[in-house]
């Protein structure tokens, strides 16, 4: 069960509006019995601790209210999966096959991932806290009220991925490609570093600070084909 929260960003952030973040209250659970995933697997209420789920095949399946702690995630088949008022901790795993499933009223901490592939996701009310993603591949995934907080990203690809409402807080944003996207109350104010390689003519709809701003400039001007001569 989830009670969302109504409250927006941070005091002083008003030239944007907030992501609106879940407040996961689980229910007792029941720990996992083991076995192997099933595709349109149904889970309902149960813990998954220090599981190796590698290579298994769980596609189209629903988790709903649970808990995954410490759990390998390697090639894991989950396309078309429904995670919904659920936490997941301490994922660890490299080529985790998430496209086209929905993550709704989710805490994603800590995480180590590489290579996750969620395009043509729908993440909403989704908060993603700590640890590290490398090549988190987003394209044409639709993005709602979602924050990216303390964590890093590594060359993540937001192409022709829509965002409203998301925000980057103490977040390092590395080599982000926004190429094609649609940005409506995105903001980027926390993240440092703020590096954008494909995409700039796509940020109408996001904010910045001064700082980046001039961070950026060298990129900006190269995109728009002004020379910048001493």
């Given at each position: 069960?989830?009670r969302?929260?109504?409250?927006?960003?941070?005091?002083?952030?008003?030239?944007?509006?907030?992501?609106?973040r879940?407040?996961?209250?689980?229910?007792?659970?029941?720990?996992?019995?083991?076995g192997?995933?099933?595709?349109?697997?149904?889970?309902?209420?149960l813990?998954f601790?220090?599981?190796?789920?590698?290579g298994?095949?769980?596609?189209?399946?629903?988790?709903?209210?649970?808990?995954?702690t410490g759990?390998?995630v390697?090639?894991t088949g989950?396309?078309?999966a429904?995670?919904l008022d659920?936490?997941?901790?301490?994922?660890?795993g490299?080529?985790?096959?998430l496209?086209?499933?929905t993550?709704?009223?989710?805490?994603?901490?800590?995480?180590?991932?590489?290579?996750?592939?969620?395009?043509?996701?729908?993440?909403e009310?989704?908060?993603?806290?700590?640890g590290?993603?490398?090549?988190?591949?987003?394209r044409?995934?639709?993005?709602?009220?979602?924050?990216?907080?303390?964590c890093?990203?590594?060359?993540p690809?937001?192409?022709?991925a829509?965002?409203?409402r998301?925000?980057?807080v103490?977040?390092?944003?590395?080599?982000?490609?926004?190429?094609g996207?649609t940005?409506?109350?995105?903001?980027f104010?926390g993240?440092?570093?703020?590096?954008?390689?494909?995409?700039?003519?796509?940020?109408?709809?996001a904010v910045i600070?001064?700082g980046?701003?001039?961070?950026?400039?060298?990129?900006?001007?190269?995109e728009?084909?002004?020379r910048?001569?001493?």
């Amino acid at each position: 069960m989830v009670r969302r929260a109504t409250g927006g960003g941070p005091a002083g952030r008003s030239a944007v509006k907030g992501a609106r973040r879940p407040e996961v209250r689980l229910p007792p659970l029941r720990a996992w019995p083991g076995g192997e995933l099933e595709p349109d697997g149904d889970y309902d209420g149960l813990e998954f601790r220090e599981t190796d789920l590698a290579g298994q095949d769980g596609v189209g399946a629903r988790f709903m209210d649970c808990v995954l702690t410490g759990c390998a995630v390697d090639e894991t088949g989950l396309g078309r999966a429904r995670v919904l008022d659920s936490v997941l901790t301490g994922l660890r795993g490299v080529g985790t096959h998430l496209a086209e499933s929905t993550f709704r009223d989710v805490e994603v901490v800590d995480a180590r991932l590489g290579g996750t592939q969620l395009h043509g996701a729908v993440l909403e009310r989704v908060v993603v806290r700590g640890g590290k993603l490398d090549f988190l591949n987003l394209r044409e995934a639709r993005l709602k009220d979602v924050v990216f907080e303390s964590c890093v990203l590594v060359e993540p690809d937001f192409a022709g991925a829509s965002l409203e409402r998301v925000e980057f807080v103490d977040c390092a944003l590395r080599e982000a490609d926004f190429g094609g996207a649609t940005l409506k109350d995105v903001d980027f104010r926390g993240a440092a570093p703020l590096e954008i390689v494909r995409g700039l003519d796509r940020l109408a709809g996001a904010v910045i600070s001064t700082g980046q701003l001039l961070d950026l400039a060298p990129v900006l001007a190269a995109e728009l084909g002004i020379r910048v001569e001493g």
